[in-house]
């Protein structure tokens, strides 16, 4: 059967991590988290010193890095910053660089690499807009500001940042804000995505009702005669 391109978008913790992982399982493809670049090259352009509005020596050093994000770990240059993009400062200076044309333009030939031969789910804030604009799949999932800063609150992966619901509520309206409102790539669901509102959902009854937009998409297109 056709391997497939399926691109999921939407604003953080609107659960896009939880359900491309889980639909990327379900069909054995690969689940590629695109937020993770942006946050390796904010880490490795802080630890450098450089500024985060410097866009050539940004997109220099984007450009420059081996950055490799598989299901089990994030790693730029050989080191492993799995753990260590997930903060705050990091969340900060994932959406600086990502508003900087030329780091989006190296970032985005990578995902286009790496989603060449389609079996992959692709999660982001442009898959479906800019990345793979013929993905097979669109899907933006959206959710309730309330509701996604209580998942981010309670995000494993993010354990040991301080997380009351309502500070992480704040920074993620501000990071919304600049994602939706910066010149390059601003965060939109594409005309053909699938919009799916995950607010008082369990993660089942996503994964199932994106299944279902999957399925319909793998099968072949009625014949006329
Ligand atoms: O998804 P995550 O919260 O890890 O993404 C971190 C930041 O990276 C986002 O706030 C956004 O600014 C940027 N990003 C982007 N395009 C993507 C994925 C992430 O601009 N495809």
Request: glycine letters at 8%.
């Amino acid at each position: 059967m056709r391997k497939l391109t399926i691109a999921i978008d939407g604003p953080s913790g609107a659960g896009k991590g939880t359900v491309a992982r889980a639909i990327a399982a379900g069909l054995g493809y690969r689940h590629v988290d695109s937020g993770a670049m942006y946050r390796a090259v904010g880490w490795k352009a802080l630890g450098e010193g450089v500024p985060l509005d410097q866009e050539d020596a940004v997109a220099a050093l984007a450009g420059a890095a081996r950055i490799d994000v598989t299901a089990a770990a994030v790693t730029i240059d050989g080191i492993d910053v799995t753990r260590a993009i997930r903060t705050p400062e990091m969340d900060r200076a994932a959406a600086a660089v990502a508003r900087l044309p030329k780091v989006r333009a190296v970032l985005v030939e990578r995902q286009r690499q790496v989603g060449a031969d389609g079996g992959i789910v692709m999660e982001g804030r442009d898959i479906g807009t800019v990345v793979f604009p013929h993905a097979d799949v669109k899907i933006y999932l959206d959710a309730t500001p309330e509701e996604r800063a209580r998942r981010r609150a309670s995000d494993p992966s993010r354990s040991g940042v301080p997380s009351a619901v309502s500070d992480v509520a704040t920074l993620l309206t501000e990071r919304d804000r600049l994602d939706r409102t910066r010149a390059a790539s601003p965060l939109y669901a594409a005309a053909d995505a699938v919009v799916v509102d995950t607010t008082g959902k369990s993660v089942e009854e996503v994964v199932k009702e994106v299944m279902q937009v999957v399925e319909a998409r793998r099968q072949p297109p009625a014949t006329s005669r």
